[in-house]
């Protein structure tokens, strides 16, 4: 990954000089970012760590997270402990298991429309765009019994318009900001190797975040433009609920110690699912 962000960052510093040093390029493009503009971008999105990250308990279904689930002998259910990753075996890492499967970054791609307004060197205007991400986040929780109880997040599609402002020190190549609210659909599953309860999920899957961060835009003659962008993803993602209910008896549904017979709610302790994305795009511009 440093190698990866080390070539984006030589190829952002060369985008000027070699736009100079093109023949083809055409000296006499005033005005340069004003107008509408249609493109793509394209690059590789990283999650920041969350080792720290655990699965909340509501034993007695007040709507209130932070309970400790108790076995029939008033021990700590939960006891082998978390881990931020998904589950590789039933039996955690804390008790000799083969521990957790990384979460996993990977490759992001939109489609973009935008529209600019230059005034002397200053440039300012809005951009949306509507992509997908490949990255998907997990946390594991490991049981007694020996069991795992794994809580998984990914994204169908986001979705965001950004305002844009920079400054063009010569009309073609551009260094800006960007920011505004964006909107996506968060995949989440959850899964067990356990099988003496049922696990049944809930909670709205749409969900407004934000977006923001920066780069450089460079033109290529008269219509195309090439740049590299940096941009930070953030959503609140506390809505998902998983409750764990029958048969009686279990330390789910333990209603001699702190439970209730209708069983346990469970959430994720990270309630904001967020990540970072570098990419290289491309425009058009009309």
Not at 46 to 65: A, E, M, Y
Not at 73 to 88: E, I, Q, S, V
Not at 191 to 211: E, V
Request: charged content about 20%.
């Amino acid at each position: 990954m440093k190698a990866y962000l080390l070539a984006a960052v030589a190829a952002v510093a060369a985008i000027p000089a070699a736009a100079q040093d093109n023949p083809n390029r055409d000296p006499g493009v005033s005005g340069g970012f004003s107008g509408i503009y249609v493109g793509a971008s394209g690059g590789y999105d990283v999650q920041p760590n969350d080792g720290g990250s655990t699965i909340l308990f509501d034993r007695n279904l007040d709507g209130r997270f932070g309970d400790t689930v108790l076995t029939g002998t008033g021990a700590n259910a939960f006891a082998p402990g978390f881990c931020g990753g998904a589950a590789r075996a039933a039996q955690g890492p804390q008790n000799g298991g083969p521990g957790c499967a990384k979460d996993k970054d990977g490759w992001s791609y939109n489609a973009r429309v935008g529209f600019d307004t230059q005034v002397g060197r200053i440039v300012y205007g809005v951009v949306g765009e509507f992509g997908k991400t490949d990255i998907r986040d997990s946390v594991t929780g490991f049981s007694s019994t020996p069991a795992n109880y794994v809580m998984t997040r990914e994204i169908d599609w986001e979705a965001a318009v950004r305002a844009r402002a920079g400054y063009t020190p010569n009309d073609s190549t551009l260094f800006y900001g960007t920011f505004g609210p964006s909107y996506a659909r968060i995949d989440r599953d959850f899964s067990s190797s356990q099988s003496t309860n049922s696990f049944t999920q809930s909670g709205k899957r749409n969900q407004f975040g934000f977006q923001g961060g920066g780069g450089i835009e460079q033109r290529l003659g008269d219509r195309f433009s090439v740049g590299m962008e940096y941009v930070y993803h953030q959503y609140q993602d506390d809505a998902f609920r998983v409750r764990a209910a029958g048969p009686a008896g279990t330390p789910f549904t333990n209603a001699n110690n702190g439970g209730t017979v209708n069983g346990t709610d469970f959430r994720r302790s990270d309630d904001k699912f967020r990540w970072h994305s570098l990419r290289a795009t491309a425009a058009f511009r009309f």
